[in-house]
């Protein structure tokens, strides 16, 4: 049987994506009934998590005061996660379906893949006329992202591949219409992960 850990690969994310791995833990973690006392608490993980995209921001216009003091919080915010991670380690009890419903990711001691978690769509926003922008939670493993659209509960169609997470620009959509989306990460040992809970948006 695979021993199952948590995996730290979130502290080398692109800080962009660790934005987004922060918010889907938090999002999997609140109210979830495997994780009743994590050692650092959320509203705290989360004050951490807007001061970063604060100074991840001021950072965008350059300038090394801003820079180090973006790179401080990271470092504070990675440590919590850190903190966070081991007590998924305990709790989890080697489950794996436990250990990634707390929005982490797994690894194993046999260096196996292991199959994919369902990301989850963390924000839908109008991009422009005729576009939605997805913001997805990254896969560990994942090389691609493969998006799927319905409209008033019929058949899905394909919405497209594409390769990053933490910006999915969908095109081509018919204003004033409620599209139904889902998306799946490709890669790892069984090829596809489950599909995301689907969120409702209408373009414009």
């Known amino acids: 049987m695979p021993i199952y850990k948590v995996s730290l690969a979130f502290a080398e994310l692109p800080d962009p994506d660790l934005d987004a791995f922060t918010e889907n833990v938090l999002a999997k973690m609140r109210n979830n009934t495997h994780y009743p006392d994590p050692p650092e608490t ?3 993980v989360q004050t951490a998590l807007t001061d970063f995209t ?6 965008a216009g350059g300038g090394k005061q801003a820079t ?7 470092e504070v915010l990675v440590g919590m996660l850190r903190e966070i991670a081991t007590y998924v380690q305990g ?3 080697n489950d794996l379906t436990v250990l990634l419903s707390s929005g982490y990711d797994a690894t194993n001691n046999n260096r196996a893949q292991t199959p994919l978690p369902a990301p989850t769509i963390l924000k839908v926003t109008n991009e422009a006329t005729t ?7 990254p896969v560990d493993n ?3 992202y493969e998006v799927r659209l319905s409209v008033n509960g019929g058949a899905p169609q394909s919405g497209g591949v ?29 090829g596809y992960s489950p599909w995301s809970e689907p969120v409702s948006h209408m373009a414009t």
């Open 91 to 93: 709790m989890c009890k």
């Open 68 to 74: 180090a003091a973006k790179d401080a919080s990271r």
């Open 54 to 59: 604060t100074k991840l921001s001021a950072a």
């Open 142 to 144: 994942a090389h691609s």
């Open 42 to 44: 959320l509203d705290d």
């Open 162 to 190: 594409f390769t990053q997470a933490r910006k999915i620009v969908l095109t081509g959509l018919l204003p004033g219409t409620t599209y139904s989306i889902q998306v799946r990460a490709i890669g790892g040992s069984t």
């Open 131 to 137: 576009e939605l922008a997805l913001k997805v939670s």
